[in-house]
C-alpha cells in the first residue's frame, strides 16, 4: 500500500477510534454498572454480594478514560485533515469526510466522559439499596 | 456511468476499476456472478439487509437472555424448588454440533464466490442435513422439557421453554433458507443475485450460531 | 433546463420514460414497487389514521370539558385513550415519517431512482395497513384494547383483562412492528449504499442523518417491544407466568422490557422530525446550517442515548436509588445533543435572510413547543421531582408539547414545503399561514395548562373529575383550545386539497432548495433523475456547476443507467461508485405476504395455533415465489453502436 494510502488508514481508524471510543465506553459502564447495581439491590436472600460502590467508579472512571482516548484521536484527525473541498477529487472526498468525523469525535466524547464520571462521582456517595 | 469530463481517473464517480463499474443485472450466470464477486468492493446491499435483520433478532435474544437473568436475580432461589437442575452434558454436545456446521456454510459461501453452482448447493446441503437433523432432536427434547419443566409451572420454566422455542425456531428459519436456495440454485443456477443470498444466509448462520452458545450458557448457568 | 430543444436529451427522457413505466389503475397501485407510490399511500393512510386519533381526542377533551361530565362510560374513555395513544404512535406518526416522508424524499434526497429494497417497501405497507386494520377491528367489535397505550401488568394480564381488548393490542404491536423493522432496514441500506457518486457521509444532506438515527434505533428498540408483547401473549393465552408475582415473574419486567422500546420510540418520533426541519430551514434562511457536524452527531447521539435513559419512566417503582441514577445521569446529557440543534437552528435562522413563509413558520412554532417541552423533560430527569408529578397531567403537557408541538410541526410543515414537489402545484399561502396560526395558538392553549391542572394534582387517564378539585376552568380552556387546533389541522388538509385543483404551477425548485430532490421535475418522473446527479457538497442544487454538467451529460446521455431498472450503488464512507443495480418493478408478492400475514396474526389472536402455522406455511412458499425472478439489465450494446449515445456505458 502506498504511503498516502497508509496514512489514510491510518487516520481512518483514529477517526472512528474517535468516534466510537467514549459511546462504547459509556454502553458498557451503563450495562455492567447497571446490572450490578440491580442484581445487589433487586435480589432477595443477599445473593449478589458485589461490591457496587468500587465497580461502579472502575466501571466509570474506564469509560471516563476511554472517552478522553478517544477525544485525544478525534482531535488529532481534526488537526491534521482539512474540511471538505467542493471538488469530485476521491483523496481530496476521504480527507474532507475524516475531517468530519473528527469534529463528530471531538463533541460526542466530552458528553459521554461527563455520564461516565457523574455515575463514578455519585453512585459511590449514595447509601447501598435505598429505595428512591 | 461516466461522471463528465472534469472528472479524472481514481475521482469518486470514476469506475475504479476498467472503465465501468460492474452491473448486477447482467450477472445471470455463475461466472458472471463471480466476476462480479471480485469486481465489487463494498458489501452488497442483501448482506447489510441481512445483517441490520441480525441486529434486531440479536437484541431478541438479548432481550430473552436478559429477561431470563433478570427473573433470576429477582428469585430466592433458581430454580424454584421442585424444579430440575438443567442438564451440561447433552446440551453442550448438541451446541457443539451446530456450531460446526459453520464449516460447510463457510465452504458454501466461498464456493458461491468462485462461481460454482454444485460446489455451493453440496455445501449447503450438508449444513443442511445437520441443521436439520439438530433442530428434530431439539424441538422432540422440547417436546421432553414441556413434561418435565411445564411453562405454567414457573417463571424459571416460562423463561426457560421460551428461551429454547425460540432459538430452535431460529434454527428451523435457517433450514428453511437453506433449503429454499438449494431450490432456486437447482431451478436456476447461481446468479450475483443467489450469491449475495448465499453470503446472507451464511451471515444468518453465524450470527445463530453464535446466539446457540449464549443461549447454552444460559440455560445451564444454574448447574454451573 | 433547455432539454426539450434538445432531440438527443429528450430521446434519452423517453428512452428512460418507457423502461420506468408505471402500470396503470388499480392493480398499478396494488403491484407498485416505486417509493413514490408507495410515499403517497402511506400518507393517506396515516391521514385516515391522524383522523381517527384526532376524533378519539376530541372525544376526550369533550369528556373532560367540565366536572362529572357522561359522553363516554369509564370503559369507554379506557379504550378510548388507550386507542388514541395506540393509533398517533403507532399508525400515524412513524409510519407518516418513515414510510410517507421517508420512501418519498429519501431516494430523490441521495441522487437514487428507488429505495434499495423496493419490494421490501411495499411489503412494509401492506403489513402497516394490515396491521392497522387488525386493531381498528378491536374498536369497531367494542374490544379496543384499554389498558393505556403502555399497558401495564398486571392491569392487562388475563386476570384482570379477560377479553380479547389487550390481545389485539400485544398482536397488534407485533404485526406493526414487522412493518416498522423491514422500512427501517430498507432506510438504512439505502443511505449507506444508494447516494449518487460523491455523496460521502459528511455531505449527505441532514434530513439523511436524523432518517438513519431513527432506523438504526427502530431496528434496535422493536425487539424489546416484540418481546414485552410476547410474553404477554404467552402469559395470557398459554399461562406462562412471566409477569406474576406469584409464580415467580415480576410485573416491573413488562415496564422494563416496555420501556427499553419505549424511551427510543419518542426519539424515533422525534428525530425525522429534526430531519424535516433541518431541510426547510437553510432553505428559507437561504444559508447552510450552522455548525453542520454537531447538528448530523447530535441527531445520532440523540438517538445512541436515547438507549440508556428507559428507567426515568419508572423512578416511582421503588428502585434502589444506585440503580437509578445511571438513568438520571443520562437523562440530563442527553439534553445537551437537543440543545446544540436548537442552539443551531435559532442561530441559523438569527444570521440568514428569513423569508417566512408557511413551512418556516410551522418550523418556528415547532422550536418553541420543543423548547417548551425540553424544559418540562428536563425538570422530570430530576428523580425526585418526576416521583411527584409521575401519573400526573404535568407529564401529559411534556409529552404533547414534545409530541405534538415537535413531531407533527415539522409534519404540517414538511407537508406545506414538499407540497408543489409532489404535486406540481402551490399551496395558497395565507390560508397556509392561518392554518397555522390556528393551530400554534390551539396547541398552546390546550396544552400547556395542563401543567398546571397536574401540578395542582389532576393525575393521567381519569375519565372525569369533581368540580370541588379546582381543575374546572383550565380543562375547559383546554377542550376549547383542542377544538381550535381541530380547526387548524382541518384547515391544513382544506388548504391543500383545494391548492391541488387551483393552485399555480410549481416548477421545479419554487423556494431554491438545496438538496436533490429540487432537481427534478415537479411531480418528479417515475425514474426520479435522468442523470444520476454529480455531488460536490451538502447543498447539491447550491453548486451551480455541477448542475450544469449534469443537463450536459443528459444530452450527451452519459449516466442514463437505461439498461433496465437501473440506479448506481456506491460505497458506504465516501461515496465512491461501485455497481451499477438493477431494481424490480411491479411485483404481486407484497400484497400477497401483507394478507397471508394479516390472517396469520387473526388466527393467532383467536388462538388457533394449528391455522396460524399453515398460513406460516403458506407464507414461507409465498417468499419462496417471490425469488424466483429477479430483475434484470439488458446486455451491452452490439458492435458498432456508441455506447455513449445509447447511455449504456
Known amino acids: ?132 | 456511468m461516466s461522471p463528465g469530463p472534469a472528472a479524472t481517473p481514481g475521482s469518486a464517480g470514476a469506475a475504479p476499476r476498467g472503465e465501468m463499474p460492474p452491473r448486477t443485472g447482467i450477472a445471470d450466470t455463475g461466472l458472471r456472478a463471480a466476476k462480479l464477486a471480485t469486481e465489487r468492493r463494498a458489501v452488497p446491499n442483501g448482506v447489510w439487509g441481512m445483517a441490520l435483520f441480525l441486529c434486531a433478532e440479536t437484541m431478541l435474544f438479548a432481550g430473552l437472555i436478559a429477561s431470563y437473568f433478570y427473573l433470576d436475580f429477582r428469585a430466592p432461589r433458581w430454580p424454584p424448588a421442585g424444579a430440575p437442575l438443567p442438564e451440561v452434558r447433552g446440551p453442550a454436545i448438541l451446541t457443539a454440533v451446530l456450531v460446526a456446521t459453520t464449516v460447510p456454510i463457510v465452504f458454501a459461501s466461498r464456493r458461491a464466490r468462485a462461481g460454482s453452482r454444485d460446489g455451493t448447493i453440496a455445501m449447503l446441503a450438508i449444513a443442511t442435513l445437520v441443521q436439520a437433523g439438530y433442530v428434530a432432536y431439539q424441538l422432540h427434547a422440547l417436546v421432553g422439557e414441556l413434561h418435565t419443566t411445564p411453562p405454567q409451572s414457573s417463571a424459571y420454566a416460562s423463561s426457560l421453554i421460551a428461551l429454547l422455542a425460540l432459538h430452535h425456531a431460529h434454527v428451523l428459519l435457517g433450514v428453511l433458507l437453506n433449503l429454499g436456495m438449494i431450490f432456486w440454485l437447482f431451478a436456476k443456477g447461481l446468479t450475483g443475485y443467489r450469491l449475495t443470498g448465499v453470503r446472507a444466509i451464511a451471515l444468518y448462520w453465524y450470527v445463530v450460531n453464535t446466539i446457540a452458545v449464549a443461549v447454552l450458557l444460559t440455560t445451564i448457568s444454574p448447574s454451573l | 433546463m433547455n432539454t426539450v430543444a434538445a432531440p438527443a436529451a429528450r430521446r434519452n427522457l423517453d428512452r428512460l420514460g418507457e423502461v420506468w413505466q408505471e402500470r396503470r389503475g388499480l392493480l398499478g397501485w396494488l403491484t407498485t414497487t416505486d417509493h413514490k407510490r408507495i410515499g403517497l399511500m402511506y400518507f393517506f393512510t396515516t391521514l385516515a389514521f391522524f383522523a381517527a386519533g384526532g376524533t378519539e381526542a376530541l372525544l376526550i377533551r369533550t369528556q373532560l370539558i367540565g366536572p362529572e361530565q357522561h359522553l363516554l362510560t369509564p370503559a369507554a374513555y379506557d379504550e378510548i385513550f388507550t386507542m388514541h395513544g395506540i393509533t398517533m404512535i403507532f399508525l400515524f406518526v412513524i409510519p407518516m415519517t418513515t414510510g410517507a416522508f421517508g420512501n418519498y424524499l429519501l431516494p430523490l434526497m441521495i441522487g437514487a431512482r428507488d429505495m434499495a429494497f423496493p419490494r421490501m417497501n411495499a411489503v412494509s405497507f401492506w403489513i402497516f395497513l394490515g396491521s392497522g386494520i387488525f386493531v381498528y377491528i378491536a374498536l369497531a367489535t367494542g374490544q379496543a384494547p384499554n389498558a393505556g397505550w403502555f399497558d401495564y401488568v398486571p392491569l392487562a394480564s388475563k386476570q384482570y383483562d379477560p377479553g380479547l381488548n389487550i390481545d389485539f393490542y400485544g398482536y397488534g404491536l407485533i404485526f406493526n412492528g414487522i412493518s416498522s423493522t423491514a422500512a427501517a432496514i430498507n432506510i438504512i441500506v439505502t443511505i449507506f449504499k444508494l447516494r449518487a457518486p460523491g455523496m460521502s457521509l459528511s455531505r449527505m444532506p441532514l434530513f439523511c442523518f436524523a432518517f438513519l438515527a431513527a432506523a438504526f434505533s427502530l431496528v434496535f428498540a422493536l425487539p424489546s417491544l416484540t418481546l414485552a408483547a410476547l410474553f404477554l401473549e404467552l402469559d395470557r393465552q398459554l399461562g406462562f407466568h412471566f409477569y406474576d408475582v406469584a409464580f415467580g415473574g415480576d410485573p416491573l419486567l413488562w415496564q422494563n422490557l416496555f420501556w427499553i422500546f419505549g424511551h427510543p420510540e419518542v426519539y424515533i418520533i422525534i428525530l425525522p422530525a429534526f430531519g424535516i426541519a433541518t431541510s426547510i430551514i437553510p432553505t428559507f434562511v437561504h444559508r447552510e446550517m450552522v455548525l453542520f457536524p454537531l447538528v448530523a452527531l447530535a441527531e445520532l447521539l440523540v438517538a445512541f442515548l436515547g438507549f440508556g435513559v428507559w428507567v426515568h419512566h419508572m423512578f416511582a417503582t421503588g428502585l434502589a436509588t444506585l440503580v437509578t441514577v445511571y438513568f438520571a445521569a443520562a437523562s440530563l446529557i442527553i439534553v445537551i445533543p437537543s440543545a446544540i440543534q436548537i442552539f443551531a437552528w435559532i442561530t441559523t435562522i438569527l444570521v440568514g435572510t428569513p423569508d417566512f413563509k408557511t413551512p418556516l413558520l410551522w418550523i418556528i412554532g415547532f422550536i418553541v413547543f420543543f423548547v417548551i417541552g425540553g424544559l418540562s423533560g428536563i425538570t422530570v430527569a430530576a428523580i425526585p421531582f418526576d416521583q411527584q408529578v409521575n401519573a400526573s397531567y404535568y407529564i401529559v403537557a411534556h409529552f404533547h408539547f414534545v409530541i405534538f408541538g415537535g413531531a407533527v410541526f415539522p409534519i404540517l410543515g414538511g407537508m406545506y414545503y414538499w407540497f408543489p414537489k409532489v404535486t406540481g402545484r402551490m399551496y395558497h399561502e395565507r390560508i397556509g399561514q392561518l392554518s397555522f396560526w390556528l393551530s400554534f395558538v390551539g396547541t398552546m392553549v390546550t396544552f400547556f395548562p395542563m401543567h398546571f391542572v397536574g401540578i395542582d394534582g389532576m393525575p393521567r387517564r381519569v375519565f372525569t373529575y369533581t368540580a370541588s378539585a379546582g381543575w374546572t376552568a383550565l380543562n375547559l380552556l383546554e377542550s376549547i383550545g383542542s377544538y381550535v387546533l381541530a380547526a387548524g389541522l382541518l384547515l391544513v388538509i382544506v388548504n391543500l386539497l383545494v391548492s391541488l385543483r387551483t393552485g399555480r404551477p410549481a416548477g421545479r425548485d419554487p423556494w431554491h432548495g438545496a438538496t436533490l430532490e429540487w432537481e427534478t421535475t415537479s411531480p418528479p418522473p417515475a425514474y426520479n433523475y435522468a442523470v444520476i446527479p454529480t455531488v460536490s457538497s451538502a447543498y447539491p442544487m447550491w453548486d451551480a456547476g455541477d448542475r450544469e454538467r449534469d443537463e450536459a451529460r443528459l444530452v450527451r446521455g452519459e449516466g442514463l443507467l437505461a439498461r433496465g431498472h437501473e440506479t448506481p450503488a456506491t460505497t458506504v464512507q465516501d461515496g465512491t461508485l461501485d455497481e451499477v443495480l438493477a431494481m424490480p418493478a411491479h411485483s404481486v408478492w407484497p400484497p400477497l405476504v401483507g394478507l397471508l400475514l394479516f390472517v396469520c396474526f387473526v388466527m393467532l389472536l383467536l388462538a388457533h395455533f394449528v391455522i396460524a402455522a399453515a398460513v406460516g406455511g403458506a407464507l414461507a412458499a409465498t417468499v419462496l415465489a417471490w425469488h424466483s425472478s429477479e430483475p434484470h439489465s439488458e446486455p451491452a450494446p452490439a458492435l458498432g453502436e456508441s455506447p455513449v449515445k445509447d447511455g449504456a456505458a
Open chain 1, 1 to 132: 500500500m502506498s504511503a498516502t494510502g497508509e496514512r489514510i488508514r491510518r487516520l481512518n481508524t483514529l477517526a472512528w477510534f474517535g468516534v466510537l471510543a467514549g459511546p462504547v465506553g459509556w454502553a458498557l459502564q451503563f450495562l455492567f454498572g447497571m446490572q450490578l447495581g440491580l442484581a445487589r439491590c433487586e435480589s432477595p436472600n443477599r445473593r449478589f454480594q458485589f461490591p457496587v460502590h468500587t465497580t461502579s467508579a472502575v466501571f466509570g472512571g474506564a469509560g471516563f478514560v476511554l472517552g478522553l482516548l478517544g477525544l485525544a484521536a478525534a482531535f488529532s484527525v481534526f488537526r491534521t485533515t482539512r474540511p471538505d473541498p467542493h471538488t469530485q477529487d476521491a483523496a481530496a472526498i476521504t480527507e474532507g469526510r475524516l475531517h468530519f468525523l473528527a469534529a463528530v469525535g471531538m463533541t460526542v466524547n466530552p458528553l459521554t466522559a461527563a455520564i461516565c464520571l457523574m455515575v463514578a462521582v455519585g453512585v459511590p456517595l449514595l447509601d447501598l439499596c435505598v429505595q428512591s
